[in-house]
């Protein structure tokens, strides 16, 4: 008599002779599923019981014939995301403290270093300034991605009907407050009263910016945040304006500056919310990979505005003789050498995108590309900081 769970169906069948259950003396499983009831006694047909076995038998047997599913790592039914497993939340929370922590360090040290050597006047508060610019612009690229990604959202069918949680009005009012610490910054650098801040060049284009933005943040908590484009681009025209004091031609250095700096908002903050987005579809792939799909030809052209006015800002502002002795000069190099890894990065996701139906590698090698496009924002705002490079140039 059997008593017990079955066996394992896919443990392994013992040798003709083992003798895994008998009847009687003689009697042995031949490993096929037939049983002999001893010398010159017919099986009785695959995977059934003789006369006179005992009930148990009979469900043993036809559990050999019907085993159950085996559950294992390569059948295991999928979460449907997508987009890979869900990665548990302390390594991810760990590595964007990480990137924020490493983020922090390179605003604050970044102008000190890129300047070393080249025998430059020292900008007083380099590294609070850059980290203030660091957060302005991030905060602009949000606010803009923010406008510009649900429009390729809405086109798509059969998409889920969730969105992901607006960052706008949070992302407008840490750059107002990132624009108000430069005014409090340039006053005490220049022992000017608030006031009197205003009343100078740069004090009231950062006044400019902090309302600018005010006023997108109040249209971020509306009905209407689309409304939000004329202030940001209000702010835009006024960081142009500020970032290019120079005596020769400044307002073609505003104008590319303009250009740029909207391009790369919508690259940065477009790719972002597209990536929230994506991971919020996780259990629809189809609809995230068009997504992905509509964004990478959107940022096509962006990247190509990119690279026409940065080339043309880097020929009209930086002599070739004073590329390596120069802290602006440096800093580009850096900066291109993060804009070739992105660019890469973007290439590859891209070709998988279209190669595979599952959007789970471009998803991660987007994410990547988003990873070094934080960086981008932090040397770019380095560049705003450090000295023209012109008068180096010049010295005898």
């Not at 490993?31 to 995977?47: D, F, I, R, V």
């Not at 009979?58 to 019907?66: D, G, P, Q, R």
């Amino acid at each position: 008599m059997f008593s017990g769970p079955p066996a394992d169906p896919a443990a392994p069948t013992p040798p003709t002779g083992a003798g895994t259950s008998s009847n009687g003396p003689g009697t042995s499983s031949n490993g096929s599923g037939t049983s002999s009831t001893g010398p010159g006694t017919s099986a009785t047909g695959p995977g059934l019981p003789s006369a006179g076995a005992p009930a148990d038998a009979a469900a043993i047997a036809l559990s050999i014939v019907v085993p159950p599913v085996a559950v294992t790592p390569d059948v295991v039914p999928s979460s449907g995301d997508g987009l890979g497993r869900t990665p548990s939340r302390f390594p991810v929370t760990a590595a964007l403290a990480a990137a924020g922590l490493l983020a922090l360090l390179i605003a604050l040290v970044g102008p000190g270093l890129a300047a070393r050597g080249t025998g430059e006047l020292r900008i007083p508060g380099a590294g609070l300034t850059t980290l203030l610019r660091t957060v302005l612009f991030t905060a602009l690229a949000v606010h803009l991605g923010e406008i510009l990604a649900p429009q390729l959202i809405r086109p798509l069918r059969g998409r889920p009907r969730t969105a992901v949680r607006s960052w706008s009005l949070y992302a407008a009012l840490l750059g107002t407050a990132a624009a108000a610490g430069q005014i409090v910054q340039l006053a005490a650098v220049s022992g000017l009263g608030i006031t009197e801040t205003y009343a100078t060049r740069d004090g009231g284009l950062l006044l400019l910016i902090a309302n600018g933005l005010v006023l997108a943040a109040l249209c971020a908590a509306s009905k209407r945040p689309a409304f939000a484009l004329a202030p940001l681009a209000v702010v835009i025209g006024a960081e142009a304006i500020r970032a290019h004091p120079e005596a020769y031609s400044p307002e073609i250095g505003a104008a590319l500056t303009v250009v740029h700096l909207t391009a790369a908002s919508l690259w940065t903050g477009g790719l972002l919310y597209v990536l929230r987005t994506m991971w919020l579809w996780r259990g629809s792939p189809v609809a995230a990979r068009a997504l992905l799909g509509r964004y990478a030809r959107l940022a096509i052209w962006l990247y190509v505005a990119l690279a026409a006015t940065g080339t043309a800002s880097t020929l009209r502002r930086l002599p070739l003789d004073v590329v390596f002795t120069s802290a602006y000069g440096r800093t580009l190099l850096v900066k291109l050498a993060l804009m070739a890894v992105v660019s890469a990065l973007a290439v590859a996701a891209r070709r998988r995108m279209l190669r595979d139906t599952d959007p789970a590698v471009a998803h991660r090698l987007a994410r990547r590309e988003q990873v070094v496009l934080g960086a981008v924002v932090v040397v770019s705002a380095i560049l705003t900081v450090v000295p023209d490079p012109h008068w180096i140039s010049m010295r005898p």
